[in-house]
């Protein structure tokens, strides 16, 4: 994985994902899609998913791309966390010009059988005729939980606070 790499190679993944996340998400509010996700969209999310919000990138082409681009998307190395209990979801699935509803569906779907039964899941799909047979996922999840993203439980917190030790000087 991605902390087995050379320092420098782990970085230049990292500003790799990041790069096309924030160009997915660009895309995602910029581009009409057939079945359209806007700000309002990625807003709602966010404010109800509330805490910490990660995002998730999948690209995958040929048979079952549906699956796999879904699948790296979820084991994409910026989700390095447990996504069981989040709270929000946004999916954006794009693809060529036969993506089916039925993919755009099943992308969803998949994500929603990962995550908090009760999480609030918007998805949208667009087709880009420059993409042939592949199929991108950009996932954004709200309100998950790591200690890693500054969402430590109350327990972490108070040990922290405890461990510190403060001198004072008159």
């Known amino acids: 994985g ?7 190679a782990a970085f ?4 790799e994902l990041l790069m096309r996340s924030i160009a997915g998400v660009s895309e995602m509010l910029s581009k009409e899609g057939v079945v359209n996700l806007d700000f309002q969209d990625l807003r709602s999310v966010m404010e109800n998913g509330g805490g910490v919000a990660v ?4 690209e995958a082409k040929g048979e079952g791309s549906a699956e796999k681009a879904t699948e790296e998307a979820l084991e994409s190395p910026l989700l390095d966390v447990d996504i069981s209990d989040v709270r929000g979801a946004l999916v954006n ?6 993506l089916s509803l039925g993919d755009a569906e099943l992308c969803a779907k998949l994500i929603g059988d990962k995550i908090n039964p009760y999480a609030r899941i918007i998805w ?6 420059t993409m042939g047979d592949e199929i991108r996922v950009l996932l954004v ?8 993203i500054g969402g430590a439980t109350q327990h972490t917190q108070m040990r922290n606070l405890t461990q510190r030790k403060v001198e004072f000087v008159n």
């Open 124 to 129: 949208g799909a667009t087709t880009d005729d």
């Open 2 to 8: 991605v902390r087995d790499l050379p320092l420098d």
């Open 93 to 98: 699935v794009v693809g060529g010009p036969t």
């Open 55 to 58: 995002i998730g990138l999948g």
């Open 12 to 15: 230049r993944v990292a500003d």
């Open 141 to 148: 999840l709200t309100g998950v939980k790591s200690e890693q």
